[in-house]
């Protein structure tokens, strides 16, 4: 059978994960206030408080009657192909290229070819030369090997194409992540809303969803004009009414006011390089007066963005730490401010699904599901009572009396448990069956010394099998 699992994975080409981490035995602790809970029958384990799951996503009523409305005067099966061509576009995006990868890479096709030529011919002409004959071929095979970057501008059409092929997607996201913040923080009751890059306004959709009544102001900032007004045309028709809209094309120069919550969904990658992403993610910290929240796609060019952003507000805030304006933490998912280990370690991004019902334009309507990578950053510090409960950063694996759950712990390490009644006990058991990719599990990690036991050996490779089979099609995907 091993030999057997060393074939396949031959075939996918994909290394097993050989970390220690992996291999270690562990012992768990659940929370003693779930198990008393969950115990006395106040609780029920698949509702345990680690669980930031949500409800397959569906479009308001409104919000879909609005979007026909807009939809009205084009074709609409050529609306959605067009959508649907700009949504694959996106998600195959790279950010731009900053001058030294260019430059780097043009080094190294300039060197493969010289030495090819030196090999061939000798030393015939110097160095200079070689490279002045050779120009033209190597800015030829840059371009094609380098990934090309362009600023998108959306007109009137290529924002309708924008709302006929991701509204769904952005809006089902938004949701799943400020699901997550009325879940954990449930006196948070924002004021106001910044959202950068507001595009068609799906990050209100979700927001009035569940803060309907409490936010008094939504300022909204895109570039585009036609975005800002297909925004308003459709929010004029929604229900509930979502009042006190204000839109801008750029960003304010000053930090104040400051906004509750500060969101910038699919924006970064906008942004042409590097230098202007830093600066827009410092202004919209300094506008944030309690949460900032990043998202991308779930893709390797979208993690990094996340990351950068994360890794970036961590720095701010830690040389800032005196002031208590500056100063914050990673709220979600890490429940930690270390280094990510997932993409550190393993090349492959951390990103999480959410289920979401097709447009009604399209039939008949099925069930997707949307991968994103997101980062929610808090202004202040940790709190000392804060638990920092390990996240499960892929899909549970159910096996035969036992049940393997890949998490990332608050040591900023990916640590694997196999979770089984005997062992671990009933409660601890069913609270891992019933959490799902991107909830907590509320429980401490121990680490223990490797126990050679055959059989447990063989529950490993199944892991180790199952990673790299992950791992293939997070890299196909």
């Known amino acids: ?62 919000i879909v009657k609005a979007i026909e409305i807009a939809m009205e005067d084009h074709p609409k099966n050529v609306l959605l192909e067009d959508g649907q061509k700009l949504a694959r576009y996106l998600w195959e995006r790279h950010a731009p290229l900053e001058q030294a990868d260019i430059t780097a890479k043009y080094e190294e096709i300039e060197k493969e070819i010289l030495d090819k030529h030196l090999q061939k011919n000798g030393i015939s002409v110097d160095t200079e030369t070689l490279k002045q004959r050779y120009r033209p071929l190597v800015i030829k095979l840059c371009k094609q090997k380098l990934t090309k970057w362009e600023f998108i501008s959306y007109d009137a059409y290529k924002s309708l194409s924008y709302m006929a092929g991701r509204s769904i997607q952005n809006y089902a996201v938004m949701c799943k992540i400020f699901n997550e913040i009325s879940i954990r923080d449930k006196e948070f009751q924002p004021q106001s809303l910044f959202d950068f890059g507001s595009g068609i306004g799906s990050v209100m959709w979700a927001a009035s969803r569940f803060w309907l009544k409490s936010i008094k102001e939504y300022f909204c900032v895109d570039i585009s004009l036609h975005m800002n007004e297909l925004s308003e045309q459709i929010i004029l028709k929604s229900k509930p009414k979502i009042n006190n809209i204000f839109y801008r094309q750029f960003l304010p120069a000053s930090p104040n006011p400051p906004y509750d919550i500060v969101v910038s969904a699919y924006s970064l990658m906008e942004l042409p390089n590097t230098e202007s992403r830093l ?199």
Request: aromatic share 6%; with cysteine; charged share 30%.
């Open 1 to 62: 059978m091993n030999e057997l699992r060393r074939i396949v994975l031959g075939r996918l080409r994909v290394p097993l994960v050989t970390s220690q981490r992996w291999l270690s035995k562990v012992n768990v602790r659940l929370n003693e206030t779930v198990i008393s809970q969950i115990e006395n029958e106040d609780l029920k384990p698949r509702k345990h408080p680690g669980r930031m799951s949500i409800n397959t996503v569906d479009l308001p009523n409104s």
């Open 279 to 477: 600066q827009t993610i410092l202004k919209l910290w300094r506008k944030t007066n309690k949460y900032l929240v990043i998202v991308e796609q779930g893709t390797n060019a979208g993690f990094k963005l996340v990351n950068e952003a994360r890794d970036f507000v961590l720095h701010v805030s830690k040389k800032n730490s005196q002031k208590i304006s500056q100063s914050g933490y990673t709220f979600s998912p890490c429940p930690q401010d270390l280094k990510c280990p997932r993409y550190k370690e393993l090349q492959t991004p951390c990103n999480f699904e959410v289920s979401y019902i097709s447009t009604p334009f399209i039939s008949p309507r099925h069930t997707n599901k949307e991968r994103y990578s997101y980062v929610i950053m808090r202004k202040g510090e940790r709190p000392k009572d804060d638990e920092q409960w390990p996240r499960i950063v892929r899909p549970i694996l159910m096996r035969s009396r036992h049940t393997i759950c890949r998490l990332c712990t608050k040591e900023g390490n990916l640590q694997e448990i196999i979770l089984t009644k005997s062992k671990h006990g009933k409660v601890a058991y069913r609270c891992a069956k019933g959490s799902n990719w991107g909830d907590m599990l509320p429980l401490e990690i121990v680490n223990e010394k490797k126990d050679n036991n055959s059989d447990n050996d063989a529950t490993v490779e199944d892991v180790k099998f199952k990673e790299s089979e992950d791992q293939s099609n997070t890299d196909n995907s």
